[in-house]
């Protein structure tokens, strides 16, 4: 089972970077402009960091216990 799915992304990962070849060799035009790089970066850059940051924020959740399910107390 597990040497299926292996095979299945290889294969999937074969045919991704033929059509990533196919495409790049097909299409030709302008280079892209600094700003648009200048943007292109920022946003990856951006991203990353809210997905950083998102993920510690559930690591942090769940150490700290703040995932568990409430309770109540009755000798409050």
């Known amino acids: 089972m597990a040497k ?3 095979a299945a992304l290889i294969v ?3 045919g ?3 059509t990533m070849v196919v495409a790049l060799s097909h ?3 302008d280079a ?3 700003s648009g ?4 970066w920022l946003g990856v850059v ?3 960091l809210i997905g950083c940051g998102l993920m510690a924020l559930v690591f942090y959740s769940s150490r700290k ?3 568990e399910p409430a309770r109540f107390d009755r000798d409050s």
């Open 65 to 67: 216990g703040y995932d």
């Open 37 to 40: 790089l200048a943007a292109m």
């Open 12 to 14: 999937l990962l074969i």
């Open 4 to 6: 299926a799915g292996i």
């Open 32 to 34: 892209m402009p600094a």
């Open 16 to 18: 991704a970077v033929v």
């Open 46 to 48: 951006f991203s990353l």
């Open 27 to 29: 299409f030709s035009g």
